[in-house]
């Protein structure tokens, strides 16, 4: 496995049971499923810019992402990267990989200093086909997973730049001293979130710039000021 540290937490089954029990669908597990993860699940952590695994390596492990961002892409052959996935604690990755027997379909980076618990795959296997809760926490996260590349491919084949960075900067905003912003991360560069939107620096800067002419937005050096929401969220359905 690609980008381990030696740095590894002692595995406290408690804080395994926080984490579990933050994520969407996964909160109503029974103990007996929750001991049954926390037995085999180790906590590994990341450096910023280190690869967690490769597009095409064999799905070893399913991921519970506790701490950091991550990103999930694949590379053309032309060699540009677009973004499968982006990351925040709490969620999983490496499932779909795990549950079909396939290799990994895309390349995990940590975009920050991460912290996650890796649960291996046919532990993961055999606990689902033991405990019907699993088997529903697991279908309705895929099914949540589906949705969000259907909306992908819609965005990507339907919408135009401005309106697809309209609405990633809506799914991300966050009220600061009673303004709405979308604040910038250390790694959230132009040419990053480019890779986000599906497109490259020069366009997704002009992109900004109309919005911001247009008075629906202010581009800070720490954050993204959201002036107008309401007009902002009807360009993101052009």
């Known amino acids: ?28 597990l029974s103990n007996e499923t929750q001991q049954a993860l926390a037995a085999s699940a180790v906590y ?4 910023s810019g ?14 519970i992402l506790e701490m950091g961002w991550v ?24 499932d779909i990989a795990v549950l079909t027997g396939t290799t990994y379909p895309g390349t ?7 912290g996650v618990w890796v649960i291996p795959a046919q532990t993961m296997l055999d606990v689902i086909r033991l405990s019907p809760d699993l088997s529903m926490a697991i ?4 099914g949540e997973r589906v949705l969000h590349y259907v909306n992908l491919v819609e965005d990507l084949s339907l919408r135009s730049v401005e309106a697809r960075l309209a609405r990633t900067l809506l799914q991300n905003v966050e009220l600061r001293d009673g303004q709405l912003i979308v604040p910038r991360r250390e790694w959230t560069t132009f040419d990053e979130m480019a890779t986000r939107l599906g497109t490259v620096r020069d366009v997704l800067s002009r992109g900004l710039k109309t919005l911001e002419a247009e008075q629906l ?17 009807e360009r993101a359905n052009r």
């Open 71 to 94: 990103k999930a892409t694949r590379m053309t052959r032309e060699g540009r990267e677009q973004a499968m996935l982006f990351l925040r604690p709490v969620d999983v990755f490496g």
């Open 217 to 233: 937005l202010k581009v800070e050096k720490h954050a993204i000021v959201l002036l107008d929401p309401k007009k902002l969220a």
């Open 50 to 63: 280190q690869v967690i695994y490769v597009e095409g390596e064999p799905a070893e492990a399913i991921y």
């Open 139 to 142: 279908i309705r996260h895929l």
């Open 108 to 114: 995990v980076i940590a975009l920050e200093d991460v």
């Open 1 to 28: 496995m690609i980008g381990f540290t030696n740095q590894q937490a002692m595995n406290d089954p408690k804080q395994f049971y926080n984490t579990i029990r933050s994520i969407h669908h996964f909160n109503e």
């Open 44 to 47: 590994r952590r990341f450096r």
